[in-house]
C-alpha cells in the first residue's frame, strides 16, 4: 500500500502516454543525449529483457550484442530523456524475466515471433 501524498507528488512526473510494450519485444529507444551545450537523439535498439517497479520508478532492461558482446542498458520508463519506444517486433515469451538470453549468442538469442492474426 503506497502513501497517498506521496502518489500525488509523483503523478506531476509521470508521463501522459506510456509506451505499450512487453518482455520479449524488439524495441527502440530513442533517448535524448547531451553533448556540451548540444543535444541529439539517439537510438538504443534490442530486446526487452526485464520489466521491474512500477509509477515513477518503473523501470525496462533492454539487451543487444555489439561486436559480439552483450549490451544491457537499464531505463527508467517515466525518465525525461526517454523521447519515445518504438516496438518493431514482438516475440513469444513464457517468462517474465529473460535473463537466460545473456548465456545465448548467435541464433539461439532470436525469440519466436508472436503470432497475431484471425486467420486459423
Not at 501522459?16 to 529507444?29: C, L, N, Q, S, Y
Not at 529483457?49 to 532492461?61: D, L, Q, V
Not at 519506444?85 to 516475440?91: H, I, T
Request: glycine fraction near 10%; hydrophobic fraction near 35%.
Amino acid at each position: 500500500m503506497r502513501n497517498s501524498i506521496l502518489e500525488k507528488v509523483e503523478a506531476a512526473h509521470l508521463k501522459k502516454e506510456v509506451p505499450a510494450f512487453k518482455i520479449g519485444d524488439t524495441v527502440d529507444v530513442h533517448v535524448k543525449i547531451k553533448e556540451g551545450d548540444k543535444e541529439r537523439v539517439q537510438i538504443f535498439n534490442g530486446t526487452v529483457i526485464a520489466r521491474k517497479g512500477s509509477g515513477i520508478n518503473a523501470k525496462f532492461t533492454v539487451r543487444r550484442i555489439v561486436n559480439n558482446e552483450g549490451v544491457e542498458r537499464v531505463f527508467p520508463l517515466h525518465g525525461p530523456n526517454i523521447m519515445g519506444v518504438d516496438v518493431k517486433r514482438s516475440g513469444h515469451t513464457r517468462r517474465s524475466k529473460l535473463y537466460f538470453l545473456r548465456n545465448r549468442s548467435g541464433k539461439a538469442v532470436r525469440l519466436r515471433e508472436k503470432w497475431v492474426g484471425s486467420d486459423k
